[in-house]
């Protein structure tokens, strides 16, 4: 039955994803707020899609958290879902740093690229992150809020990757303060997994904090702690004497 759920859900992605990427094409005139609010229309019928037909749920903590001034987003990254639901749900217009090859996926790439998010050229290194910091700044005056995952890939449930330092450099950077988002969406959807498993995914915001005063590698600790701290408020199964565990994902 599962297998039949996510194959019907693959297909859904598939039928709806091609209207709203022409569409996204046809509207490109407008300005860029309604062309924002048009296109995010996919992620959240998608999101929406996996709850009627997968059968995957979301709650929201922190809700409160979020505050009314210039954000950096560092978010844990398990799964495709998490960008899908943010990018639909959160209250400010969000801008992802991504490799621009992403623009030459067919359908998705187009309508990601009239976002006018932030596109980089990773073979520039250095220079790439200047560009970063410089379109970042932009945004943010703009009154749209940067979303960045510190551990860079996906990471399986119960396990943490290397926090780097990107984002929270950015937040110094520009003097923004930075929201920190756990999650446990991998337990629904795992990474590279076709199977999606119904269930409840549980989005916890932590409070902001404020750059201002502290360095990028102070930052980056504090939003480190806080996040794997919260995962294992979220799922202490996955946690055993305070270490990841090994046990394969429920069934």
């Known amino acids: 039955m599962a297998w039949l759920r996510?194959?019907?859900y693959a297909v859904f992605l598939l039928v709806t994803v091609i209207p709203f990427a022409l569409g996204s094409?046809?509207?490109?005139?407008?300005?860029?707020?309604?062309?924002?609010?048009l296109t995010v229309g996919w992620p959240r019928l998608a999101v929406w899609g996996a709850r009627f037909i997968v059968g995957i749920r979301w709650q929201i903590k922190g809700w409160e958290n979020l505050p009314d001034k210039p954000v950096v987003i560092l978010s844990k990254h398990q799964s495709a879902w998490e960008t899908m639901f943010l990018i639909?749900?959160?209250?400010r217009e969000l801008c992802f740093v991504y490799k621009?090859?992403?623009?030459?996926?067919p359908f998705f790439g187009w309508g990601l690229a009239l976002l006018k998010m932030i596109a980089i050229n990773r073979k520039k290194g250095s220079d790439s992150f200047e560009q970063v910091v410089a379109q970042g700044r932009e945004k943010l005056a703009a009154g749209r809020w940067m979303i960045m995952f510190p551990e860079g890939t996906r990471i399986a449930p119960g396990k943490a990757g290397k926090y780097k330092s990107g984002?929270?450099?950015?937040?110094?950077?520009?003097?923004?303060?930075?929201?920190?988002?756990?999650?446990?969406?991998?337990?629904?959807?795992?990474r590279n997994a076709f199977?999606?498993?119904?269930?409840?995914?549980?989005?916890?915001?932590?409070?902001?904090?404020?750059?201002?005063?502290?360095?990028?590698?102070a930052l980056n600790r504090q939003v480190e702690a806080w996040i794997e701290g919260e995962m294992r408020v979220l799922n202490p199964e996955r946690y055993k004497d305070g270490r990841p565990s090994e046990r394969p994902s429920p069934r």
Not at 100 to 105: D, G, I, K, M, Q
Not at 168 to 180: E, F, L, M, Q
Request: a positive charge; hydrophobic letters at 50%.
């Open 6 to 8: 996510s194959a019907l």
């Open 25 to 37: 094409v046809l509207w490109s005139p407008l300005p860029l707020s309604w062309r924002y609010r």
């Open 88 to 91: 639909a749900w959160m209250p």
């Open 100 to 105: 621009r090859e992403l623009h030459w996926v």
């Open 167 to 190: 984002g929270a450099r950015v937040a110094v950077r520009t003097g923004a303060w930075v929201v920190p988002i756990a999650h446990n969406a991998g337990e629904c959807w795992p």
């Open 195 to 217: 199977v999606k498993r119904p269930g409840v995914i549980t989005v916890s915001i932590g409070p902001a904090i404020n750059s201002e005063g502290l360095t990028a590698d």
